[in-house]
């Protein structure tokens, strides 16, 4: 809401550790929005998402991904 009311908007890029269950191990901002209220927030709902986890053949593997996390005002 303070965000939103401020205007604010932007991307912050996150790379995330995805597990072979498909569960977030780790994540980190690549690259900042500019606005720390939007970069805790990306990383407080990605933290909480659930991946395809990557494969070597049929075998599930942990993999890091970036995942970009948009904030736009409509």
Known sequence: ???????YEGTVLI???VER??????????RTSGYPVLDRAAL????????EPGRKGEEPVEM???IPVRFQLE
């Open 44 to 51: 407080e709902a990605v933290r909480e998402w659930r991946f």
């Open 64 to 66: 890091w991904v970036n």
């Open 1 to 7: 809401p303070i965000a939103r009311r401020r205007g």
């Open 21 to 30: 269950e498909g569960t977030v191990k780790d994540l980190r901002i690549l």
């Open 15 to 17: 790379t995330v550790l």
